[in-house]
């Protein structure tokens, strides 16, 4: 039996197929850092990746198992963005819904979304342990080891759990890709179920990020204190494909309760259209909003990205309100009540 090739060390998580629609011939894409202060130009191979990102130890699985069935997933989706490009308008529903589960993928597979839970979890944690004071983890630490724990035991493991953006609790790679295959399954519907317009452009151009899915917020959530489109409540999707072709899927509540949801899936009301200076706006907008740390573009499209770049933000999801600063007493007394 020959030998089996090295697994993969980095892992794309804005495949290069996708980014390529936004290359050069010779595969050189520009990279820019927000907010805006690092630009360098270098091939697909060098941007968007992250190193054992997606790698499993799994007892009778390679550990790159997960990234070949992306690899998978990608091709698939090469194939059918290729149709796309080259005028299909409307794709049949098994290519229509694997582009769309490839779209629910990207919203998935990005670290943020792994930084994401551990940030939530490990505020958790730092909740539950502030909570309960420093006597609390002293009583815990003796019955771990089973002798009486020091004041510098307990001051050490306090400071290292009241720290800043420490993590921890942190998230296996395993749940981590298991988490990106039900999420994307959890998506898929909202992606599907909207009607899509392929919008082709001549004179200007799209760009690309990190984490390219891009949520259009309902006008009516404009005066929402809580804000944040979501996949089911946002008024539209954008998703550039290459440089010169995206997709925005619009409102699917047009279509509530006159035309059955399974013909909107099936791509019945997808359409196609010449892309304007406002809709390629729009695009990139949406492409820079829904950025982490990082957008792309042909190194000739300097000029579609828009002037006023966000600071990076590497968590998709972070913990609303003001952060408390636990003191180590306990913050509630034995009889329930708040101590004073």
Not at 34 to 52: Q, Y
Not at 143 to 153: L, S
Not at 161 to 178: D, N
Not at 295 to 303: F, M
């Amino acid at each position: 039996m020959g030998a089996q090739p090295n697994p993969a060390k980095w892992h794309h998580y804005v495949p290069r197929m996708l980014l390529r629609g936004f290359a050069t011939d010779t595969d050189m894409i520009t990279a820019v850092r927000l907010p805006g202060d690092t630009t360098f130009t270098a091939t697909t191979k060098s941007v968007a990746a992250k190193k054992h990102l997606y790698s499993v130890e799994v007892e009778g699985q390679e550990p790159d198992a997960f990234e070949k069935m992306l690899g998978s997933v990608e091709a698939d989706a090469s194939r059918i963005i290729r149709q796309v490009v080259e005028g299909k308008v409307r794709l049949s529903e098994e290519d229509r819904n694997g582009l769309a589960f490839f779209i629910a993928i990207q919203a998935a597979r990005g670290p943020e979304t792994k930084n994401s839970m551990e940030h939530v979890a490990s505020e958790a944690r730092r909740w539950q342990v502030g909570a309960g004071g420093k006597e609390a983890r002293r009583r815990r630490l003796t019955k771990q080891t089973g002798r009486e724990a020091t004041d510098e035991e307990v001051d050490d493991l306090w400071d290292r759990v009241m720290e800043p953006g420490a993590t921890l609790v942190p998230m296996s790679s395993l749940k981590f890709v298991q988490h990106i295959v039900a999420t994307a399954q959890e998506l898929m519907p909202y992606i599907s179920g909207r009607p899509w317009t392929v919008h082709r452009f001549d004179l200007r151009s799209l760009i690309v990020s990190d984490s390219p899915v891009g949520l259009i917020p309902h006008p009516d959530d404009d005066d929402d204190p809580w804000g944040g489109a979501g996949f089911m409540t946002s008024w539209g999707i954008t998703f550039p494909l290459t440089r010169k072709v995206g997709i925005l899927m619009s409102d699917p509540q047009a279509f509530q309760g006159m035309v059955p949801v399974e013909r909107v899936r099936a791509g019945q009301f997808d359409q196609t259209a010449v892309g304007t200076t406002a809709v390629e706006k729009l695009f990139n907008e949406m492409t820079v909003r829904g950025a982490r740390e990082w957008v792309y573009h042909h190194p000739d499209d300097a000029r579609f990205v828009p002037d006023d770049l966000p600071e990076p933000d590497t968590l998709g999801v972070q913990m609303v309100g003001e952060r408390i600063e636990f003191n180590g007493e306990p913050l509630f007394s034995k009889t329930g009540g708040r101590p004073t």
